[in-house]
């Protein structure tokens, strides 16, 4: 899967994203076909964070 993030900092702590680390990502999606692949419209990405940084509260500023 691929995304394309518009903003490129942890939305907990606020430092940059860089590639290779891993992340958390929260969206809203459907299910596209019966091969349950999930269809993630562009605005739907809500949150993304660094792994580390996740706590499992999405932190809406």
Do not use: F
């Not at 929260?26 to 580390?52: F, K, M, Q, W």
């Amino acid at each position: 899967m691929e995304m394309i993030l518009g903003v490129t900092t942890c939305d907990k702590c606020g430092e940059p994203i860089k590639i290779g680390q891993n992340i958390v990502i929260v969206s809203l999606s459907t299910v596209a076909g019966e091969n349950c692949e999930l269809e993630i419209p562009e605005p739907e990405i809500r949150y993304a964070c660094h792994l580390d940084c996740w706590d499992g509260v999405e932190v809406d500023y």
